[in-house]
């Protein structure tokens, strides 16, 4: 099976972007070990602090921060790196030539039943004029994006990674430590019948989307005229991954209890790495008022809506106004 060093190289990927990007994947490599050894190692449960976004941290999120940020830093390719568990930008190598944004383990709170948890990330170049701990240059829209990507610690360890030449799955081979190509150019398939939603916050929804919702319930006897399933794991990196692998619409749309967050995730090291991942693979992702990635960012941890995954379900879904 082909290595990813070698599909990275047949993409065009610059040298120093794959150097980069396997220094990361160490990072998750370790990540997936610990996460693996779970309630033998102590590392399950929350800790007593919060992060900037009012969430109680686990032990897990923590650990998995501090491994990323130490390797990123001290790997010399990066200028600054933003993280979910980071409330300001941490600066590195003033010459580091890349910034990354990452959110170290979502679906946190999936840790203690042992289910579906991963890292994702986005890479950037670093402007030269900015200083190391400057925000301003992590505010960038979605498409200057260099390689975007999750590693999701599931039954196995798998990477889907995009340098903008399509999307590739990759499998942990924790026999010799290296990721196999597994999918070559995933295409998320255009047309579906599962969709994928928090229901329990169905009241506070804008009146499109709790119209769209309604229609897809009403199944083979509504507007749409079949029957649709629904699944949500909790953790964008599950859903998402699900919906590269077999199709499907991934809603965390705008509500109404914070009007002023628009959504509940993160546009820089959520739905950016996502909607690249999902458009590479012939997807769409969208806010519900234009592609996720065009969005110019005004904050690190400004949050977006976010409707993405097959194309014509998202079209449909759009459709609503
Ligand atoms: O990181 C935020 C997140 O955990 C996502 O991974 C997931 O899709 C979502 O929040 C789950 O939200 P809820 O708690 O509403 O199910
Ligand atoms: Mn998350």
Request: glycine content about 10%; some cysteine.
């Amino acid at each position: 099976m082909k290595r990813l060093n070698s599909q990275l190289q047949d993409d065009g990927a610059p040298m120093e972007l794959i150097l980069l990007l396997r220094t990361l994947l160490a990072g998750c490599k370790e990540i997936s070990f610990r996460v693996s050894q779970g309630a033998l190692a102590g590392v399950l449960g929350s800790t007593l602090s919060e992060n900037v976004q009012g969430e109680t941290q686990k032990k897990l999120d923590v650990i998995s921060n501090q491994i990323l940020k130490d390797i990123l830093s001290e790997s010399g390719y990066v200028k600054a790196i933003s993280s979910e568990e980071e409330d300001d930008v941490v600066g590195c190598n003033p010459n580091g030539n890349y910034l990354v944004s990452f959110d170290p383990l979502d679906g946190s709170s999936n840790t203690d039943i042992n289910s579906l948890i991963g890292t994702i990330f986005s890479i950037t170049h670093a402007p030269q004029w900015m200083e190391p701990d400057d925000p301003s240059a992590f505010l960038q829209p979605g498409t200057q994006i260099v390689a975007a990507g999750y590693v999701l610690y599931g039954p196995s360890t798998m990477l889907a990674l995009t340098t903008g030449k399509g999307t590739h799955l990759y499998t942990l081979d924790k026999t010799h430590g290296g990721f196999l190509l597994t999918t070559a150019n995933v295409k998320v398939p255009v047309q579906t019948s599962e969709y994928s939603i928090n229901a329990s916050n169905q009241r506070h929804w804008l009146g499109s989307t709790q119209e769209y919702i309604a229609d897809l319930l009403a199944g083979s006897e509504g507007p749409r005229g079949k029957d649709f399933n629904m699944r949500w794991v909790a953790a964008m990196v599950g859903d998402i991954h699900r919906v590269l692998c077999r199709g499907g619409i991934f809603l965390y749309p705008f509500d109404n209890r914070e009007p002023e967050k628009a959504g509940k995730l993160r546009l820089l090291y959520e739905a950016n790495p996502m909607a690249f991942l999902i458009e590479q693979a012939g997807g769409l992702a969208d806010t519900g008022a234009g592609r996720i990635m065009e969005v110019m960012p005004e904050a690190i941890h400004q949050r977006v809506p976010v409707i993405l995954g097959s194309k014509e379900e998202v079209e449909a879904c759009l459709a609503y106004k």
